[in-house]
């Protein structure tokens, strides 16, 4: 899911698809609309309108984007290697686990408050 960007089929077909790689395959992606003119069209969102938060980085998780690309495409080696790590040191917990999804962050709160102190005239990626 691409929360910052939306295309017709016919443009996403234009340029074949995501290519056949594993990382970076949105930027890709976006690298090949761009390369006509007419295909980019930025919409400001207005803040109250904002429907998507991407969490990334300071709350003890991880993302494949957080690891630098190698030539090699050894990305996916190393974000095994990291997760092995944090479960040696006891940072993540092994075995059966029972999941409670909540945020540790009231961002309905966080993004009231914004929105009320007339905070943002739009967003762009």
């Known amino acids: 899911f691409h929360g ?7 443009l996403f077909t234009s340029v074949r698809g995501y290519a056949h790689i594993n990382y970076g395959y949105d930027e890709e992606l976006e690298t090949q609309f761009e390369k006509d003119p007419q295909n980019r069209v930025i919409n400001d969102i207005a803040p109250q309108d904002i429907y998507y938060i991407y969490r990334q980085g300071g709350h003890n998780s991880y993302h ?42 009231d961002y309905t709160s966080l993004v009231r408050d914004f929105l009320h102190a007339g905070n ?3 967003a762009r990626k």
């Open 64 to 105: 494949l984007s957080d690891f630098a690309r190698d030539e090699a495409g050894n990305e996916y080696d190393r974000v095994a290697a990291f997760v092995q790590s944090q479960a040696e040191r006891g940072q993540i917990e092994r075995g059966h686990i029972e999941l409670t999804p909540r945020w540790q962050t």
């Open 4 to 10: 910052g960007s939306s295309w017709t089929r016919p």
């Open 120 to 122: 943002g005239t739009g």
